[in-house]
């Protein structure tokens, strides 16, 4: 099965267009899609996101998903594991990470400051 991403050398990403909330989040939640697309109707394909949380924002509720999930948060704060009010959880600094398979059970999310997450998403080859 290939890979829907195209060969794409180093360049500058504009950060300050191309973001939309993704959708099911709360405003202050906004994604940039920088490579390739995620059918998760027929489960196939992959991609990579970047996703930013506002300050203060949080969602209420656990996520679950039928692909694999790689994290990397690039800066900022995120808590998780909140409750509905936003809290709770446990902390986590820049430069830590996580990998999360089919069905697993992860979220809720929060971040106090504002962060920047680097998220990779795909399905198992069939």
Known sequence: MA????????H???MSSGWEVP??????????IISGSLDETNKKGSRTRLLRFDAGTFTTKPFVH???????????DLTVG?????QG???FAPFTYACRPPGAFHGPFLSKTGCLL???HY???A
């Open 23 to 32: 959708q099911g989040y709360p405003s202050g939640i906004q994604q940039k």
């Open 123 to 125: 399905f198992d080859p």
């Open 118 to 120: 680097l998220e990779i």
């Open 3 to 10: 890979i829907n991403k195209l060969h794409d050398e180093f």
């Open 12 to 14: 500058t990403l504009d």
């Open 66 to 76: 039928d692909y694999w999930e790689e994290v990397f948060l690039v800066s900022g």
């Open 89 to 91: 959880g446990e902390a």
């Open 82 to 86: 909140n409750d509905e009010n936003g």
